[in-house]
Each structure stands twice: as C-alpha cells, then as structure tokens.
C-alpha cells in the first residue's frame, strides 16, 4: 500500500513528454510567460521553477529551523540504520546518506537540479538543432514546445511539492560517481499538516517516515549492482525520450505517430503511457516497473516487520495514513492518472503483495534472492504471479556441456 505521495522523475519525465491533455492545461496557465523570447534549450528552467515556487511560498523554515530538524531527523535516520540492518542482513557504507530537513520551495530547487542532470543529453541536442535550422519556423514551434514543457513541468514539481514527505535522492544518470551517497529529504510543512490532519504523534510518525527512506537507502547503497543497473535503464529511456522529441517536434505529424502507436498496441495495456510506446520502450519500462516494485514492495515489507516492534502506534499510523491517500477528489485522481502517477502507486501495491506472498511461502531468507543480481528481479509478470518466480528460482541451473 501507498506510504507516502509517490514520486519518481522517471514518470514525470514521461509524462512531460507525452502528457498532451496536462500540456494543454499548463500551456493556458503559462500565457502570460509566453510573451517572452524562448530561452535556447528544450525547457526553461527559471520558468519551471517559478511556476512551481510561485504554488508553494508559504511555511518558510528558518535558518533556525532547519539546523533543529536537521539535527532531528539525522537522530531518527541513526536510530532506524541498526535495525534496518539487523532485519535485512544488508549493510550501509561507512558514510550514511546526507539528510536534510525542507521547506517545499528547498524541496523544488532540489528537484529542478536533478531534472536539470537527467535532461542535458536532451538539452544539448536541442541547442545542436536550433543552431542546425535557426529558421523562423523552427524557432517559433520550439518557443511554443518550450513553454508548454516548462510549465508542465513547473505544475507537476509545484504539485509534488505539498504532497511528498519524504524522499530518497539518489544520485544516478552518469552525472556523478556511482559511488556517491544518496541523499534524504523531510518536507517540513508537509509532515506538519498530516500529523495534524490525521492526529498522529509527531516522534512516531516522523520515525516511520525515517524507517520508510532508510530502507531505500540500504537497497540502494548495501546492493552492490542495483544501483549500476537502475542507471543504465534510465540512460536507455532518455535516449528513447530523445527520439521522441523529434516526433514532438514535428506537430500533428508526431502526434500521428504515437496515435498509430498506440492503434498497434492491441489495446491490452492497463496504461496510456504504456500505449503510446514502441514495443522496444515497453520492454524497458515493463523492466523499470519491475526493478522499482520490488524496491518500493521490499521497503514496505522491511517497514513493516522493523516498525511493529519499533512504535507503539504502527498500526495506528498504518491505518489512518493508509485511508487518506484513498480519499483524494476526482479532480486530483484526474491528474494523478494523466501525469502516470498511478503507475507509482501500482508500484507499491504489487511490490509489496509479491514480498508478502513469497515470505509467507518461502521465508524472508529465500524472498531476499530479489537483491542476488539483475537476472534474479522478478519480471512484471512474476509480480502478478509470485509462484512462477519461486519456481524460476529453484529450478536447478543447467549448465551447458562442454564440446
């Protein structure tokens, strides 16, 4: 079940791209930034973000503030590592993950830096294009793009930013070191109106929310291949999101392609994203799914069985949480189905019933093979039926005889 509003920049990317009916919206909301000249690129990063901060200026931390939630937050992050480790047999590198405590608007600049990385192949091939056919034409359609990306994108982040609690930031894309070490983020303000809103108590909940981004930590970092193997999946997908902004580029023309895309589909996806891919992208995003169920699925289970002994208050906060981020209006369901938010929360759910299924059949020991290497991850289709993973998994290997 859904911990926390979900995020993951892969599926906004997506959406950025491909969301025709949000970009529709978010260009009417951008009218008055259109008046201005295009910035060279694919997105004007100072009109996204000041969209998004323009949704969020209220609950401003202090200076003060924040070295007292740093300093909180670090000491319940310290508290859960032990115990995450204990319960998993992973263990954390020397450095633990840098953690901070946020205002929405820390939350955004943080966010628009890591979009910033994950978009530069797409940005340098856009300025190489726009100096190639610096023609009338060509500069008023990428003006148009530009703008109804940039505000997209400055919506959705502006969206995120009064739902996320918490995140783990990790640092992949080939941008920086593999090696380097994540990062953690407590949204403040965010954490503040659901302990009010649902009654909860503040020590308690804002632990479960630090077992929840710890956990993430250890498989990212105690996992010796996952993170190498997440980061050559998102360097494949932007090079498919590349050849897709030439589509893009080319008005009802590309727009006809991804109609006759998804006429070809067969119609059996559960997904408009999925519909409007090649069958080579949905190979790779059924493969991404996969990789992140698993990651969000193992995450609740550790939650889970970590936080029953931890918190006095577990099921309480389970419970109340849980029934909340069912009640949302029609209008944010409208938008959380349009951006591929749903996806996330598909997530979750089969995530964490595979976990629980193989768990209760095989144990923690043999459910914990997910982390042996790429080859062990269970497929989207083994997700939906865990006994046919089981099965792969101890099914004797045959070797292949020796001429």
């Known amino acids: 079940m859904t911990r926390r509003t979900p995020f993951d920049p892969r ?6 791209l491909t969301g025709a009916a949000v970009g529709v919206w978010a260009g009417r ?3 008055s930034w259109t008046a201005r000249p295009a910035k060279p690129g694919l997105i004007d990063w100072d009109r996204a973000r000041a969209i998004a901060v323009n949704m969020n200026r209220e609950a401003a931390l202090t200076a003060t503030e924040r070295i007292r939630l740093d300093a909180e937050y670090t000491a319940l992050v310290d508290r859960t590592i032990p115990l995450v480790s204990r319960f998993t047999g992973l263990t954390l590198p020397a450095e633990r993950p840098e953690i901070y405590a946020f205002d929405r608007v820390d939350w955004i600049n943080a966010n628009i830096d890591a979009f910033r990385r994950m978009f530069m192949p797409i940005e340098r091939l856009k300025l190489n294009e726009q100096a190639a056919n610096p023609n009338v034409v060509s500069v008023l359609w990428s003006g148009v793009n530009q703008s109804v990306i940039s505000a997209e994108l400055g919506i959705l982040l502006g969206y995120l930013a009064r739902r996320v609690l918490g995140q783990y930031d990790l640092a992949l894309l080939g941008r920086e070191p593999i090696e380097t070490t994540g ?6 303000p965010n954490i503040v109106n659901i302990e009010r809103a649902l009654g909860l108590p503040s020590e308690e ?3 479960w929310l630090a077992l929840h981004e710890t956990t ?4 990212f970092e105690a996992v010796p291949w996952l993170r ?6 998102i360097e494949e997908y932007f090079g498919f999101i ?7 580029r080319r008005g009802m023309d590309g727009i006809k392609v991804f109609v006759e895309r998804a006429r070809g589909s067969g119609g059996d996806n559960t997904s408009w994203i999925e519909l409007i891919m090649t069958p080579e992208q949905r190979r790779l995003f059924s493969r991404m799914q996969a990789t992140m169920s698993i990651v969000e699925g ?3 289970y550790v939650m889970n069985g970590v936080g029953r002994e931890l918190m006095p208050e577990y099921t309480t906060i389970r419970t109340r949480f849980e029934s909340r981020q069912q009640q949302r209006s029609p209008a944010e369901k409208l938008f959380i189905r349009l951006t591929g938010l749903d996806l996330k929360m598909e997530q979750y759910r089969l995530g964490e019933a595979f976990i629980d299924h193989v768990v209760r059949h095989k144990g923690h020991g043999f459910a914990s093979r997910v982390w042996d290497s790429p080859e062990a991850l269970p497929t989207m289709a083994e997700l939906r039926k865990p006994d046919e993973w089981i099965a792969r998994m101890i099914a004797p290997v045959v070797e292949t005889p020796r001429p």
């Open 11 to 16: 599926l906004v990317a997506l959406g950025l």
């Open 29 to 31: 909301r951008a009218q």
């Open 183 to 188: 990062k953690l983020y407590f949204v403040q």
């Open 205 to 207: 909940f804002r632990l």
């Open 216 to 219: 993430h930590a250890f498989e």
């Open 228 to 233: 190498a193997y997440m980061n050559a999946m």
């Open 242 to 248: 590349t050849q897709d902004i030439d589509y893009l």
């Open 298 to 300: 193992y995450s609740n």
